[in-house]
C-alpha cells in the first residue's frame, strides 16, 4: 500500500508561482513514475505532468514552459514548480504514483487527496 502527501497550493495572484511537493510512503513498492494531475470543476481530471524513475518528463501543452517537475530531495518525492500561473490553471492538483509491488510485481495506480490551487486576482 502506498500513500501519497502533498503540499503546497493556496490561492496566488495571476502571474505568481507556487510550488507543490508530494511524498510516497509505504512498504513493499518500487515507484516506476510519479507526477501530477488536476480537476478543474466541471472538468476531467487532466495530466499535467509526470516523471518516470528514468527521468524522462512529460507535461501537458497548456503548462509547457510555465511548470517544472522535478525529483524532490528525498526518495519517492516529487515537486511541482508551478510559474506564470493563470486564472485557468484554478484546480485541484492530484499526486500520482505508478507503483510495483515487490511481491505481485503488479503494477497499481496511487492518488493523494489533491490540494486547492486557486489563481485570482
Known amino acids: 500500500q502506498v500513500q501519497l502527501v502533498e503540499s503546497g497550493g493556496g490561492l496566488v495572484q495571476p502571474g505568481g508561482s507556487l510550488r507543490l511537493s508530494c511524498a510516497a510512503s509505504g512498504s513493499g513498492f518500487s515507484i516506476d513514475a510519479m507526477g501530477w494531475y488536476r480537476q478543474a470543476p466541471g472538468k476531467q481530471r487532466e495530466q499535467v505532468a509526470i516523471?518516470?524513475?528514468?527521468?524522462?518528463?512529460n507535461y501537458a501543452d497548456s503548462v509547457k514552459g510555465r511548470f517544472t517537475i522535478d525529483r524532490g530531495n528525498a526518495k519517492n518525492t516529487v515537486d511541482l514548480q508551478l510559474n506564470s500561473l493563470k486564472p485557468e490553471d484554478t484546480a485541484v492538483y492530484l499526486c500520482?504514483?505508478?507503483?510495483?509491488?515487490?511481491?505481485?510485481?503488479?503494477?497499481?495506480?496511487?492518488w493523494g487527496q489533491g490540494t486547492q490551487v486557486t489563481v485570482s486576482s
Open positions: 500520482y504514483a505508478d507503483a510495483r509491488s515487490q511481491y505481485t510485481f503488479l503494477h497499481r495506480t496511487y
Open positions: 516523471i518516470t524513475t528514468g527521468g524522462t518528463i
